[in-house]
């Protein structure tokens, strides 16, 4: 494992200015994505070539000084490899084929590992070429995230077919949990190994689980995956990011097992530093779309989670992807004001 800023958060080391990157940091938002893009017939043959892999990963560190490169894939590469048809279309996102209750046979004896090779390559060379003061960062979605794309089939407004599939007494719901934990501990695994510095896992709907099922999909997959890894003796620190999890981000500090845990834009950094685990890392949480335009509180917002964060332990992001919009002269300015902090 590599020494560097983000590691020595976690070792509990002194830093003098947190940390920073990006989620999403690798996307549109650089028009220089699109040639690379364009060199693939569609956005999973994308993510499948290691070349390009490599190429987009690197591509915001010539823009930015950052202290982490997260793997250019997608968290929809697992439903990809357990054949459910996925495509990206534009203007829609995300589709595939919807999964029919009790259709579970298709879940079984899927070689991820194999399957999802590319992304291995890339991360060894990722890991020999990148900078060592740059953390390398492997990912995977939460089990809850990646099932409500399976049963909707896409993105959908209330996960409804999810949710009526958690109440009702099948068991399918639960194997399909069970098999993506195995998946997502397999490459995890996988990503740790090929030199990954630090993971994490993505739960992006997190917020649509009822409050009376959170132990069952917010916490526990998410707990098992990690005590997984652990055993198979991945140690590597992970972040977990339930998305818009409220006040159910309590109970998930303490029991998921995560690291660190990742904030939203919604959430305020004073009532995370009373309610959420004192022993874990934050990472967040500016609003991504005060990167769009230009924006004269931008100086005094990044200013304030640097005051309210100071001699906490803390990874300066944003609370949600950038978006296309973003402008690379905002990203900058956060940069050089985070850099600059206390120095
Ligand atoms: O730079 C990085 O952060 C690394 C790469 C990365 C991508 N997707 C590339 C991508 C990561 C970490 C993800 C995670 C991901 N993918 C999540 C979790 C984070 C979140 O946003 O909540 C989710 C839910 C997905 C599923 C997904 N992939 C969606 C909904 C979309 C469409 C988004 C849109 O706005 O069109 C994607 C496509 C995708 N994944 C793009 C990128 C750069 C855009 C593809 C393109 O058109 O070029």
């Given at each position: 494992?590599y020494?560097?800023?983000?590691?020595?958060?976690?070792?509990?080391?002194?830093?003098?200015?947190?940390?920073?990157?990006?989620?999403?940091?690798?996307?549109?938002?650089?028009?220089?994505?699109?040639?690379?893009?364009?060199?693939?017939?569609?956005?999973?043959?994308?993510?499948?070539?290691?070349?390009?892999?490599?190429?987009?990963?690197?591509?915001?560190?010539?823009?930015y000084?950052?202290?982490?490169?997260?793997?250019?894939?997608?968290?929809?590469?697992?439903?990809?490899?357990?054949?459910?048809?996925?495509?990206?279309?534009?203007?829609?996102?995300?589709?595939?084929?919807?999964?029919?209750?009790?259709?579970?046979?298709?879940?079984?004896?899927?070689?991820?590992?194999?399957?999802?090779?590319?992304?291995?390559?890339?991360?060894?060379?990722?890991?020999?070429?990148?900078?060592?003061?740059?953390?390398?960062?492997?990912?995977?979605?939460?089990?809850?995230?990646?099932?409500?794309?399976?049963?909707?089939?896409?993105?959908?407004?209330?996960?409804?077919?999810?949710?009526?599939?958690?109440?009702?007494?099948?068991?399918?719901?639960?194997?399909?949990?069970?098999?993506?934990?195995?998946?997502v501990v397999?490459?995890?695994?996988?990503?740790?190994?090929?030199?990954?510095?630090?993971?994490?896992?993505?739960?992006?709907?997190?917020?649509?689980?009822?409050?009376?099922?959170?132990?069952?999909?917010?916490?526990?997959?998410?707990?098992?995956?990690?005590?997984?890894?652990?055993?198979?003796?991945?140690?590597?620190?992970?972040?977990?990011?339930?998305f818009?999890a409220?006040?159910?981000?309590?109970?998930?500090?303490?029991?998921?097992?995560?690291?660190?845990?990742?904030?939203?834009?919604?959430?305020?950094?004073?009532?995370?530093?009373?309610?959420?685990?004192?022993?874990?890392?934050?990472q967040?949480?500016?609003?991504?779309?005060?990167?769009?335009?230009?924006?004269?509180?931008?100086?005094?917002?990044?200013?304030?989670?640097?005051?309210?964060?100071?001699?906490?332990?803390?990874?300066?992001?944003?609370?949600?992807?950038?978006?296309?919009?973003?402008?690379?002269?905002?990203?900058?300015?956060?940069?050089?004001?985070?850099?600059?902090?206390?120095?």
């Amino acid at each position: 494992m590599y020494n560097n800023k983000i590691i020595n958060v976690f070792n509990k080391e002194n830093v003098s200015s947190p940390p920073i990157w990006f989620l999403r940091q690798a996307g549109r938002h650089i028009p220089e994505y699109f040639s690379i893009r364009s060199q693939s017939k569609n956005f999973i043959d994308f993510c499948l070539n290691t070349d390009l892999i490599v190429q987009s990963t690197k591509l915001p560190l010539k823009y930015y000084n950052i202290d982490a490169a997260i793997v250019f894939s997608d968290i929809l590469m697992i439903p990809w490899a357990m054949k459910r048809n996925v495509q990206f279309v534009k203007g829609v996102g995300p589709v595939m084929d919807p999964m029919i209750p009790n259709e579970t046979e298709i879940l079984n004896d899927i070689d991820i590992k194999n399957l999802l090779r590319p992304l291995d390559k890339a991360l060894k060379i990722l890991r020999s070429s990148i900078p060592n003061h740059v953390s390398l960062i492997g990912f995977a979605g939460a089990p809850w995230t990646l099932a409500c794309y399976m049963i909707e089939g896409q993105s959908t407004k209330d996960f409804l077919l999810t949710r009526k599939a958690v109440w009702s007494s099948n068991n399918w719901f639960n194997k399909l949990i069970d098999s993506l934990i195995d998946y997502v501990v397999d490459i995890l695994e996988m990503q740790a190994n090929a030199g990954a510095d630090v993971l994490m896992i993505f739960d992006s709907w997190a917020h649509m689980i009822p409050s009376f099922f959170w132990k069952d999909f917010g916490i526990s997959p998410t707990k098992k995956i990690i005590n997984n890894l652990r055993k198979r003796n991945i140690l590597i620190p992970i972040i977990g990011f339930p998305f818009k999890a409220g006040s159910s981000l309590i109970n998930y500090s303490y029991e998921s097992g995560v690291d660190c845990l990742a904030l939203d834009w919604t959430v305020d950094l004073n009532w995370a530093i009373k309610n959420i685990n004192p022993n874990i890392v934050i990472q967040g949480n500016l609003d991504p779309a005060s990167l769009i335009d230009n924006n004269n509180n931008l100086d005094k917002s990044v200013k304030l989670i640097l005051d309210t964060m100071n001699n906490k332990r803390h990874i300066f992001n944003v609370g949600h992807g950038l978006t296309p919009e973003c402008k690379i002269e905002n990203i900058k300015k956060v940069i050089e004001i985070v850099k600059n902090y206390n120095n």
